[in-house]
Every structure is written in structure tokens, then in C-alpha cells.
């Protein structure tokens, strides 16, 4: 029986190592990788059916990893496996050629599901967004413009590459509280209120491409 070659793609390696538990027998997990440039190199070598990808990366985020795996032609079905439960970040993942999105905390049996799916040709979309999704696809695209100081860009590309805040303050050598300060800043001058919809304008910014 010819299984399905998978790709895992997340920088939190205790996460990548359960997945690769949960599917092993279901699909062939040809590898896992940790940012999204170690992605595109494992799918340009390893050629997978399908690749189950964090949104939030290091170096490369997983949705301008996308972009440019349509650009090159691979022709993998990508799933997002995100903590971020945002109709409108999900939106874009579609937008940009996603062919699934499931959140971390329903995975197990509903990404062998998801799995299941985009290998039949359809697309997957958790329950828990479907609603919220189809009302944005039907809205008008809009996003506010915003300046941000330099130290604001680099605060932003670091949350949109999941880091946390203590990990953020090193990285800059800033204070937490700085570090914190820059980040309540730029949602209440983006008018937001999650960090979901922070990685989406940074996303948008191009911020996690490098």
C-alpha cells in the first residue's frame, strides 16, 4: 500500500516529534523541519504529497514559504497547523493557495482528516472558522496604514515568529517591559486586539520573510 510522503514543518521540536507519532502508519513522514527555509529546501529535495506547516516560523514564515513554493511550481498540498484561531488569518492562508488549516489544540484526529481531504482534492477547513471565514472571503480586502519605528518592525517580526516576550527582550536586549510596550503600541495604533491579528499585518508587511 503506497502511503502518502508528509513534510513537517514546525519550530517547536516536542510539537514536530508528537505529530510525526501521530501520523506514523497513516502517512509516510519523509522529515521534519524547523523554519521556513529549511521547508522549501526539504521540499524542493524531497518532493512530499502534502506539508503540514506552522504559520508562525523563524527566517521564513509559512505563508510566504507558500508563495514561493507556488511560485516554484511544487505542487504539494499545504496544510496550516497554527494555535491561532483567526478567520481572517485563515483567509489569507487560503487566499495564498492553502489547501488546509487546522488549529494545534483540535489536531489529532481532525488533521488525519485534514490530511484525508487535500489528498482527495478538497480543501480543509476547521469547523471552528468555517462561519467566520466564508463572511471574510465575502468582505472587501482593507488594511490600515501604519508607520512603525524600526525597533517597532523588529519587536513585530519576532512575535510574528512566535517568540515570546522574554525571548524578545534578549534577542533586543530591551526589557520585557519595553518589549511589551512596543507590542500594546502597535495594536492599539493597528486598532487590533489579539497577536493573531499582529502576525497577520506583519504577514501582510512582509516582516517574516527575510
Known amino acids: 500500500m503506497h502511503l502518502a510522503k508528509v513534510l513537517l514543518a514546525d519550530d517547536h521540536v ?30 524542493r529535495e ?17 505563508l510566504e514559504a507558500l508563495r514561493r513554493l507556488k511560485a516554484e511550481r511544487i505542487d504539494a498540498k499545504v496544510i496550516f497547523l497554527t494555535m491561532h484561531a483567526d478567520a481572517q488569518l485563515a483567509t489569507e492562508a487560503l487566499r495564498a493557495g492553502a489547501s488546509g488549516y487546522v488549529l494545534k489544540h483540535s489536531a489529532g484526529e481532525e488533521l488525519i ?19 467566520d471565514v466564508i463572511t471574510t472571503l465575502t468582505e472587501p480586502t482593507s488594511q490600515p496604514v501604519v508607520r512603525l519605528t524600526p525597533r517597532q518592525r523588529e519587536v513585530l517580526r519576532l512575535i510574528a515568529e512566535g517568540r515570546r516576550m522574554k525571548e524578545i527582550a534578549a534577542t533586543l536586549q530591551l526589557s520585557t517591559r519595553t518589549v511589551e510596550t512596543h507590542k500594546y503600541e502597535m495594536m492599539r495604533a493597528l486598532g487590533v486586539d489579539s497577536t493573531a491579528a499582529l502576525v497577520r499585518y506583519a504577514i501582510q508587511l512582509g516582516l517574516v520573510a527575510r
Open 46 to 62: 524531497l518532493r512530499p504529497d502534502v506539508i503540514v506547516a506552522d504559520i508562525a516560523m523563524p527566517v521564513l514564515s509559512g
Open 113 to 131: 482528516r485534514a490530511i484525508d481531504e487535500v489528498l482527495a482534492g478538497r480543501v480543509y477547513l476547521t469547523p471552528l472558522l468555517t462561519k
Open 14 to 43: 516536542i510539537m514536530a516529534e508528537g505529530l510525526a507519532t501521530l501520523l506514523n502508519g497513516h502517512v509516510d513522514v519523509v522529515g521534519t523541519v524547523g523554519d521556513g527555509r529549511q521547508l522549501l529546501e526539504a521540499a
